[in-house]
């Protein structure tokens, strides 16, 4: 899943970039402690532990009750930028993923405990699925009477609808592992079927429902991971009747606790209860709350001061996809009764600048200017020690096969860069003077690592054109194929603890498409081939050896993409609401047992 960071600020840069890093990662001198209390690698690999498979009677609701948990009051929400989407069809970014989590279901889900292992368990459905014919047929039964906001009860038809639904030209955002496991690797799942929107189904011999209440997937090959992957939010039902295509983007119907009663683009979006929910259906989330107000142009500066501060609806507040600004780290961590509000958890997302290798085709240049990136510098714009920390590869400390240890350029020794090196090889492949476009999101702390990164570029003999681009569209415009970029950073984190959900997204070839994850547009042709044989791979234990070994490969002979910063998670809330915790499902504040005390 890409990590999203939110649009651009109102106000002007408050500072230099070289004045912003001095604020990150230093100690509070009336605090008299120097002390990180950030997430580390170690408490990051719990989170690569395999999921577990729950039971039925997991499956049933109500939730677990929060403690001290009370009902009434809205919850006040503070965003940079619009939702990138509200159809689930489309969601494949941190931010929607967490308004999903809220108004959405899907036939599965995860429930969460305090330490962050995660149980996978029914939630439209019974169970997590019933498994026959050694993995190829997955067969879900659906729970009794659960109705979307309408009224309308949601059946075996509606969910025919919503996985066939993806396949038309329209959805371009959002996950395709379940389309290529049903009719196609790479782009060919598109070729074998145009959507229902002309009257035409799936075959049963790839996706049947024999009843009101049963659906059954029917694969080609073992897929032992449906249940995790079902969990998706972009695996969200969308009931038949209500589906307007395009348009479901700015009115869908929700069948989780919370419906969107008012959204103006740009400005707001205003939750209220769904009366057709019923928690005795629902193993997961909570109706707590009355509602939750979004409120949109909110950078991270004005999040961070204003729920600091504590006053009026700043009381009851919390961030999504909002972080502790980097100026303001420091005066939080030296507040003892600030830090009792806050959330932290590693998150699963490795920043990366992608090289477009249909632009960048010489391999010294793409490895210059990885030797080049000042990463400590860059991840310290992004909230210092509480915000990141230097990346050594393309796998995160989350993913099992990630290794400590390995680190192709020299990460440990020269975090900030190593211009010389960098230097030479630009200078072998007589690139001097060589224009590179550089894309950058148009949100302070992107437009300050941009800084950073064109001064480390110049530096080795690069002359660098900055584009910059409205953060809300972000994703959608570097996800081009013919972008017009050369270089530009993404974030991405695994969709579950499976390192099949990081590599072949995003190094796959044969996915390349407009909307894919392949941002550098990598393709080649034996980690294509790899990709294929490992994803065949049963044995957890054998793949993840084998899709270590393909990550090395990636970045030793291949390199379309520099690791930069791996991302952590410091968020604060206002000192009304209650429930607070990091969500290793979302990598943010979990939205679903949040209330007010008062």
């Known amino acids: 899943m890409s990590i999203f960071t939110s649009r651009r600020a109102r106000t002007a840069l ?60 809205t919850v006040q929400v503070y965003e940079e930028d619009d939702f990138s989407h509200q159809d689930p069809g489309q969601i494949y970014v941190s931010d929607a993923g967490l308004l999903a989590k809220l108004i959405f279901r899907g036939l599965t889900t995860y429930k969460e405990d305090d330490k962050g292992a995660l149980t996978v368990v029914g939630d439209l459905a019974t169970d997590p699925g019933k498994m026959s014919d050694a993995g190829k047929t997955w067969t879900y039964t659906l729970k009794s009477g659960i109705k979307d906001e309408t009224g309308h009860v949601i059946d075996s038809a509606d969910i025919r609808h919503t996985f066939e639904r993806l396949y038309d030209p329209f959805i371009t955002d959002g996950p395709s592992y379940i389309q290529q496991w049903l009719s196609g690797t790479g782009t060919t799942y598109r070729d074998a079927y145009e959507g229902p929107f002309k009257g035409k189904h799936l075959p049963d011999t790839v996706l049947e429902t024999p009843d009101d209440s049963t659906i ?56 209220v209860k769904n009366t057709n929910w019923d928690p005795a259906t629902d193993a997961m989330r909570h109706q707590y709350v009355d509602g939750f107000d979004i409120e949109i142009n909110h950078d991270d500066e004005d999040q961070t001061k204003t729920i600091l501060a504590d006053r009026g609806d700043a009381k009851n507040a919390i961030m999504m996809t909002g972080q502790v600004a980097t100026t303001q780290v420091q005066k939080v961590v030296s507040d003892a009764a600030a830090m009792k509000r806050t959330v932290q958890g590693y998150a699963p997302y490795v920043w990366q600048m992608n090289f477009n290798m249909d632009r960048i085709k010489d391999k010294k240049i793409r490895d210059a200017i990885t030797y080049a990136m000042p990463a400590t510098a860059v991840f310290k714009a992004d909230g210092g020690a509480y915000g990141g920390e230097v990346a050594n590869s393309l796998m995160s400390p989350t993913t099992p096969g990630y290794q400590k240890d390995y680190d192709p350029f020299d990460r440990a020794k020269k975090p900030n860069g190593d211009i010389e090196k960098a230097k030479q090889l630009i200078k072998e492949a007589g690139a001097e003077g060589m224009k590179i476009v550089y894309a950058h999101s148009n949100i302070p702390v992107r437009q300050q690592q941009a800084i950073l990164v064109e001064n480390a570029l110049e530096k080795i003999g690069l002359s660098v054109q900055k584009k910059e681009i409205d953060n809300a569209t972000w994703y959608e415009q570097v996800g081009k194929v013919d972008n017009g970029y ?15 959900t990081v590599i072949p997204p995003s190094y796959d070839g044969t996915q390349i498409q407009d909307g894919a994850s392949n941002y550098a547009h990598i393709n080649d042709e034996h980690v294509n081939s790899e990709i294929k044989r490992i994803v065949k791979i049963t044995d957890t234990a054998e793949a993840s050896k084998a899709w270590t070994s393909l990550n090395q490969y990636i970045s030793e002979k291949v390199n379309p993409a520099a690791p930069i910063y791996y991302t952590k998670v410091f968020q604060i809330a206002g000192s009304n609401v209650g429930g607070l915790r990091y969500s290793t499902v979302t990598s943010y504040i979990d939205p679903t047992r949040v209330f007010l005390k008062s």
């Not at 605090?31 to 690569?48: H, M, P």
């Not at 050369?486 to 099949?500: F, K, R």
């Open 14 to 73: 408050v500072a230099v970039a070289a004045g912003a890093l001095a604020l990150a990662g230093c100690s509070d001198s009336k605090s008299g402690s120097n002390t990180d209390k950030s997430k580390n690698k170690e408490e990051a690999a719990a989170q690569s532990a395999a999921v577990k498979m729950g039971t039925a009677k997991d499956s049933t609701g109500p939730a677990p009750e929060v403690a001290g948990a009370r009902t009434g009051g």
């Open 216 to 271: 059954v997937f029917h694969f080609t090959e073992p897929q032992p991971d449906l249940p995790q992957a079902l969990a998706m939010a972009g695996y969200s039902a969308v009931p038949k009747a209500t589906d307007t295509k395009a348009k479901y983007d700015t009115k869908p119907v929700a069948v989780g606790p919370y419906k969107i009663s008012e959204f103006k683009a740009g400005k707001s979006v205003k939750l």
């Open 486 to 500: 050369d270089i530009y950073m993404t974030g991405w984190g695994q969709d579950w603890p499976s390192a099949s």
